[in-house]
C-alpha cells in the first residue's frame, strides 16, 4: 500500500514538473502557430467555447481546414435535409472564424441566411407581422457575415459586389449600395459592372443626383460597352431632374436614339 501510494506522488510529482517545463514551450509554439498559420487573426473565447476543446485543440494543430471544411459540409446538409437554419449558423459561425479568409465561406453564410433563411420564413409564417420581423433579421444576419466577410477579405471584389446586391434586393437603400459597388470597383480584377451599378444607384441616392449623372456620363463617353438600358434610363431621368438644356442632353427620347459625343 505504501509502495502505491509513494508511486501515485511520484507520478504527480513528474507531472507536475513536466507541466511547468512545458509551458514556455506550448506558448511559443501557439504564437508561431497563430502567427504562420492564422496571420493577424486572433481566437477568441467563444470561438473554444464553440468548437469545444477537441476543436480548439485542432486549431492550434494545423487542421483549421479541414475541420473548417467539415462543418461547412455539415451546415449544408443541414440546410438540405433538415432546414436547420439555427444549426446552419452555428456552424458557419465556427468555420467562418477558423477560416476566416475563405470568401466562399462567407458568402456561403450570407446567401444562406439572407435569402434561403428569408425565403423559407417567408413561405412557413402565416403571421404577417412575425414574417416580416424575422425576414429582416435573417437579413441581418447575412448583412454581419458580409461585413465581416470584407473586413477579413478586403481585396475581395465578389464580397463587396455580394454587399451591394443584398442592400439592393433586402433592404432597398440604393445608398449603401451605391457605397459598396463602389468599393467593390477599386479592388483588384474586379468586373466592369461594378462601376456601373455604383453610378446607377447613387442615382437614386437623394442629394447625389449631379455626381451620378456626373458618373453615368463618363461612362457613356468611355465605351459603347456602357450603353446598356439601366445606364440609358438613369441619364435620361437625371438629364430631366437636373434640368439639362436639351442640347447638352445625351438621351432625346422624342429621336429614340443616343446622339454622338
Aim: charged content about 30%.
Amino acid at each position: 500500500m505504501a509502495g502505491a501510494l509513494k508511486g501515485r506522488v511520484i507520478g504527480v510529482a513528474v507531472l507536475l514538473v513536466w507541466g511547468i517545463l512545458k509551458l514556455p514551450i506550448e506558448t511559443e509554439l501557439t504564437a508561431q502557430l497563430q502567427h504562420e498559420r492564422l496571420g493577424k487573426y486572433k481566437i477568441t473565447a467563444s470561438l473554444r467555447q464553440q468548437a469545444g476543446q477537441a476543436g480548439f485543440i485542432a486549431v492550434l494543430g494545423g487542421l483549421r481546414a479541414p475541420v473548417a471544411d467539415l462543418l461547412f459540409i455539415r451546415a449544408h446538409i443541414a440546410w438540405q435535409q433538415h432546414v436547420e437554419y439555427g444549426r446552419m449558423k452555428l456552424y458557419f459561425d465556427i468555420c467562418t472564424a477558423l477560416q476566416p479568409r475563405r470568401e466562399m465561406f462567407w458568402d456561403m453564410a450570407a446567401w444562406h441566411m439572407a435569402y434561403n433563411g428569408a425565403a423559407y420564413i417567408e413561405q412557413t409564417e402565416k403571421d404577417k407581422y412575425i414574417r416580416d420581423r424575422q425576414m429582416k433579421e435573417y437579413y441581418k444576419v447575412g448583412e454581419d457575415y458580409l461585413l465581416r466577410a470584407v473586413e477579413n477579405c478586403p481585396d475581395s471584389w465578389s464580397l463587396y459586389d455580394r454587399l451591394g446586391s443584398l442592400y439592393r434586393e433586402k433592404f432597398h437603400d440604393p445608398c449603401k449600395a451605391a457605397a459598396a459597388f463602389a468599393r467593390a470597383a477599386e479592388r483588384p480584377n474586379r468586373l466592369d459592372y461594378t462601376r456601373r451599378l455604383a453610378a446607377i444607384y447613387l442615382a437614386d441616392c437623394p442629394g447625389h443626383e449631379k455626381e451620378a449623372y456626373d458618373k453615368l456620363l463618363a461612362l457613356y463617353k468611355e465605351s459603347e460597352k456602357e450603353w446598356v438600358p439601366s445606364l440609358l434610363e438613369k441619364i435620361q431621368i437625371l438629364e430631366r431632374k437636373l434640368g439639362i438644356p436639351k442640347e447638352e442632353r445625351v438621351y432625346i427620347p422624342e429621336k429614340h436614339r443616343l446622339l454622338p459625343d
